[in-house]
């Protein structure tokens, strides 16, 4: 199994949020696949590439943003002759403005919207990419000078970025996140399968290929070759996914929880969460829980 990296990100607890600005991507430079807790904003200046986001393929072009949400598990493939340059924008969800009572928006809806239509791509009309652009730079300005105020500047800045993405998605309906653009469609409907059924027995690799009429061969080659990963790799990735959500959602055992995800031996369930998340069921439940209720404190 090809070992995920586990995304590190700085320990600032005022200011959860980290920014990669304008880095140029290459197949030997971008992180296998991975999933982590922050939500996630990428944004394409040139280059191409394939981007696979939970079980959906997209194009990268110019001008694309891809619109994350936490604990979803994805993974860049750039183009080795045209290399991707991008901005990522990772930050927790409680830096995200709170409105006056009555007011239904909020700007967390354009990554409900991407999690509920598992959409996760929004190609930025060109009249608005120098605004968007700015924005992004004025985010790395304030986090490299560090001046007075730069945590606010920051947290500003972000929900300026997020009203005008929002805004457009709502706006007109050729603006609407983009579904799935590439691949072949018996790959995306073994996908569509697998995220279904990911707790279930993983079905061998005939079976699948039988039920997507093509050899086993092809199967695991276009396979890997369009999502980075191979069927088992993605496999476990989406039951840690799962996995994480059931221990911050639900009262139940880590036993319990292990057998849910498909995981009859509880220590290989712990050695695989520990690769994906760099700690321990037990530990991420504690640290989780400690980390929303030190937030739920300091705003009252």
Same mark, same amino acid.
């Given at each position: 199994m090809q070992k995920p990296l586990i995304k590190n990100f700085i320990n600032d607890h005022l200011l959860p949020l980290d920014i990669v600005f304008k880095d140029i991507k290459t197949p030997n430079r971008e992180l296998p696949e991975h999933l982590h807790d922050r939500f996630e904003l990428v944004y394409i200046y040139s280059g191409n590439g394939t981007f696979f986001l939970n079980q959906m393929l997209y194009e990268m072009n110019e001008g694309d943003l891809f619109i994350i949400p936490g604990n979803t598990v994805h993974q860049a493939l750039p183009d080795s002759e045209f290399p991707i340059t991008a901005t990522a924008v990772y930050f927790d969800p409680q830096l995200i403005g709170h409105y006056a009572a009555g007011d239904s928006f909020t700007n967390m809806q354009v990554f409900e =919207?991407?999690?509920? /239509?598992k959409n996760y791509k929004l190609?930025?009309?060109?009249?608005? =990419?120098?605004?968007?652009?700015?924005?992004?730079?004025?985010?790395?300005?304030?986090? @490299? =000078?560090?001046?007075?105020?730069f945590r606010y500047?920051?947290?500003?800045?972000?929900?300026?970025?997020?009203? %005008?993405?929002? =805004?457009?998605?709502?706006? @007109? %309906?050729?603006?609407?996140?983009?579904?799935?653009?590439?691949?072949?469609?018996?790959l995306l409907n073994i996908l569509q399968h697998l995220d279904q059924f990911h707790t279930e027995p993983i079905a061998g690799l005939s079976y699948l290929a039988k039920h997507a009429s093509v050899s086993t061969a092809h199967l695991s080659r276009v396979f890997k070759q369009l999502t980075g990963m191979n069927i088992t790799d993605y496999v476990n990735a989406k039951r840690i996914s799962t996995a994480k959500e059931l221990l911050l959602t639900s009262d139940l055992g880590i036993d319990t929880i292990a057998h849910n995800c498909? /995981?009859?031996?509880?220590? /290989?369930?712990?050695?695989?969460?520990?690769?994906?998340?760099?700690?321990t069921p037990g530990v991420y439940r504690r640290k989780v829980m400690n980390e929303i209720s030190s937030q739920l404190d300091n705003k009252t």
């Open positions: =919207r991407a999690r509920k /239509y190609v930025v009309p060109a009249a608005i =990419r120098p605004q968007l652009e700015e924005t992004l730079k004025q985010i790395h300005e304030e986090l @490299e =000078r560090h001046e007075a105020g500047a920051v947290q500003l800045h972000l929900n300026s970025l997020l009203i %005008s993405i929002n =805004r457009l998605i709502l706006k @007109e %309906s050729h603006h609407q996140l983009v579904a799935s653009d590439i691949g072949p469609p018996w498909g /995981y009859e031996s509880l220590p /290989y369930f712990h050695k695989l969460f520990k690769k994906f998340t760099g700690v």
